[in-house]
């Protein structure tokens, strides 16, 4: 099977596509190339053992025996490593370009051929072939460069320093053949600060030990040429006379391979139109995310948007691509890595969430991480108003709306193929119920999320017509019984559920976002509360008013605070803020600059609810805050719980050294006060001091507490 060296070359064309061999051994024939045929793997791998052949045309996709396959059976041959051997494959399969080198490609052609380049191609494949198989014998190292392209080859002697290279190493090393290099520092003097290191240690490494050595990195500008990407092949050993150690390889600029392959890598996992990932990534995507540890529930939601080829014809190509970007765009924002406010409360975070362009009028978005199934339509809702938004093209409005459905892992399926096919079937159910809707796969969380949909729109309806009343706890100075101030809690009169506990309704307020107006609400309130307290001659009571990490995160926050105490006549003291752990650790840079601005303009920050999350007192170092408060779990239990009682004593000792105020929460019996006492804690709220109750009742039990 050596290769043919007469005047007339052979190419051996694989193809399972009969008109595509006939066209290439057409247009090779009139180039004066003798050409044999195969229409899969096997019977060209049989031709390969028969006959002489100089170059092989090879097709990636067939039935047998694909290309890649056939690639490296050939190289496995004796001599097969001289053979060139030129892949075709098409846009769609681009992943192939990568593989194509790994199986022992020569170089490769994209679908559909240029037949004109595809001549010009050969002749140079099989020029580089004859001459790398003529020096072979005499000269193993420049025959190894030979066979590949833009390859140089080179010599180097560490204990002369001379370099001699062929002149395509010069031209990519900066450097001429005979010039003295005496160390590897000056040999990779050009290469790039991020790569030289690590190259350096590896060919020292090398060097040492001695052998074959591969390495890729990039080189800076030579010679006012743009910047390349080498790869660097070689053998350290010793000369033909044993007496002189040597370095011996070649040099490769690959720049327009891991040009082609990012290329390849862009097309086969990502959409072109949105830059979103393609259908392939949702897949491995969702299986990797299945394969790790779910907390909470993931769901696959699967939308196309109503009419889309109409508008694109209408339009024409370019502004429906406008059309999917601006779609993309809104639907992102509507995830994690859009609006983190969507999803304030969770404190654990799998994974952010995916959005997917497969098709023209298609998306996906993967939602991990989800408390319940049912939260999904919360979700789904938002990026169905969002797509609902007047879109503008050119000077046309166009109203858009789309259809969204919903499986859940792990009810609907285990694997990505199964909830991606459940998903779409949700959504064409959707689709024939309604345009403009959502469907769960599994009929039971319709149910669920109808009702948070229900829910929702009641919450929104209470903001409108003030549903909403605060009720107050009073907080007390344990040394004297003393009531100083009290703590804002929202309570929602529903016109059917009666007094409904914000346990019901907050975590929905603030997946929907609702939290921010009903905060405001809260802060306006709290305020005139507070002010018509100080004008009954309550001036030395505090209001303590809780900030949803949503809200705070959100601009305008001290705007609104210090706005709403200026237009009550409040001093800024009197209004303190309560945050939990998680707000404040979520970004502390953001954090730390707030609360200093918080207490500049003299309002009071308290860590709420604190042993429930981070739990760690080191970290209060870093935050400008007035004190915490130790969670009422902890406070309950410390009779009866010897750990419990030991946290609350070592959280107070701890809080006075930091120099901060302490209040207990959920204190309910004389016996939890006499422990909380003597460990200097100086304020207590809880059930035996006062339950929660409207502005009216604090003020007579303030009065009462004043005269006593």
């Known amino acids: 099977m050596s290769p043919h060296v007469e005047d007339c070359p052979v190419a051996l064309v694989v193809d399972d596509d009969e008109a595509a061999r006939l066209m290439t051994r057409i247009v090779l024939e009139q180039a004066g190339i003798r050409v044999l045929e195969a229409d899969d793997g096997v019977p060209a791998l049989a031709i390969l053992r028969s006959q002489q052949v100089d170059i092989v045309l090879l097709d990636v996709m067939m039935r047998t025996l694909d290309g890649f396959a056939t690639c490296a059976a050939l190289r496995a041959m004796p001599d097969g490593d001289r053979i060139p051997v030129m892949m075709m494959t098409g846009l769609e399969d681009a992943a192939s370009i990568e593989w194509a080198y790994e199986a022992g490609a020569t170089d490769f052609e994209i679908k559909p051929l240029n037949f004109d380049v595809l001549v010009h191609r050969v002749r140079y494949l099989l020029r580089s072939a004859r001459t790398a198989n003529a020096l072979r014998a005499s000269q193993i190292r420049l025959g190894q460069a030979q066979r590949l392209a833009r390859l140089g080859h080179y010599d180097w002697n560490p204990r002369t320093g001379v370099l001699l290279c062929s002149a395509v190493a010069e031209e990519i090393l900066g ?78 600029d690959v720049s327009e391979r891991q040009r082609l392959a990012g290329l390849a890598h862009q097309l086969t996992y990502f959409d072109p139109v949105t830059g979103l990932p393609n259908r392939a990534t949702l897949g491995m995507e969702l299986a990797q995310i299945l394969a790790t540890e779910q907390q909470g529930a993931l769901a696959v939601l699967s939308l196309d948007l109503a009419n889309f080829s109409r508008l694109n014809d209408s339009f024409g190509r370019e502004q429906g691509d406008q059309v999917l970007r601006a779609v993309a765009e809104r639907v992102g924002q509507c995830l994690r890595h859009g609006e ?119 919450l929104r309806r209470a903001l409108q017509l003030g549903q909403f009343e605060l009720y107050y706890q009073p907080k007390l100075r344990l040394a004297d019984r003393q009531m100083v101030g009290v703590e804002a809690l929202i309570r929602w009169h529903h016109p059917v559920l009666g007094l409904v506990s914000p346990c019901d309704f907050i975590p929905l307020a603030e997946e929907t976002g609702l939290i921010v107006p009903l905060g405001r609400w809260i802060v306006h309130q709290a305020c005139a509360d507070l002010a018509g307290w100080h004008a009954q001659g309550l001036g030395g009571l505090s209001c303590a008013i809780n900030v949803s990490p949503v809200q705070f995160e959100t601009d305008g926050l001290l705007e609104l605070l210090r706005e709403t105490v200026t237009a009550h006549g409040l001093a800024p003291e009197t209004l303190e803020i309560e945050l939990t752990e998680s707000a404040l650790i979520h970004d502390t840079t953001r954090s730390i600059s707030l609360l200093n601005e918080f207490r500049r303009q003299g309002f009071a920050v308290w860590v709420d609810d604190f042993g429930t999350g981070y739990s760690s007192l080191s970290y209060l170092r870093q935050f400008p805050v007035t004190g915490l408060k130790i969670d009422q779990s902890f406070i309950r239990d410390m009779t009866l719980n010897a750990n419990d009682a030991a946290i609350v004593a070592a959280v107070i000792a701890l809080s006075r050294s930091l120099h901060l105020e302490v209040v207990a929460e959920g204190i309910e019996t ?31 039990m303030a009065l009462l507490n004043l005269s006593s």
Not at 217 to 224: N, P, S
Not at 245 to 252: E, L, N, P, R, Y
Not at 408 to 422: A, N
């Open 175 to 252: 450097l001429t053949s005979g010039t003295v290099v005496l160390d590897l520092a000056e040999l990779l003097a050009g290469a790039d600060p991020d790569d030289g290191p690590s190259t350096r240690r590896l060919l020292a490494d090398s060097f040492s030990r001695g052998g074959e050595f591969r390495t890729s990195h990039r080189l800076l500008a030579v010679a006012g040429q743009p910047p390349i990407h080498v790869q660097i092949e070689g053998t350290s050993g010793h000369d033909e006379d044993a007496s002189e150690a040597i370095v011996s390889g070649v040099i490769q």
């Open 340 to 458: 983190r406010a969507s999803y304030p409360a969770r404190e654990s975070r799998v994974s952010k969430d995916l959005l997917s362009h497969t098709g023209a009028d298609e998306f996906y978005a993967l939602i991990n991480g989800l408390r319940a199934p049912e939260d999904a339509a919360v979700v789904a809702r938002r990026i169905l108003d969002a797509i609902a938004m007047p879109l503008m093209i050119g000077t046309q409005e166009v109203v858009l709306s789309a259809t969204v459905g919903i499986s859940v892992f792990p009810m609907d399926g285990s694997s990505s193929e199964d909830l991606i096919e459940h998903a779409d079937a949700a959504r064409r159910h959707a689709k024939a119920a309604a345009r403009g809707g959502f469907h769960f796969y599994t009929s039971g969380i319709n149910h669920l999320a109808a009702n948070r949909v229900s829910m929702e729109n009641a």
């Open 670 to 700: 004389i016996e939890q006060t006499a422990i909380l006492e003597p460990l200097g804690c100086d304020y207590g709220q809880g059930f035996l001091y006062g339950r929660p109750m409207p502005a009216a009742s604090i003020a007579r």
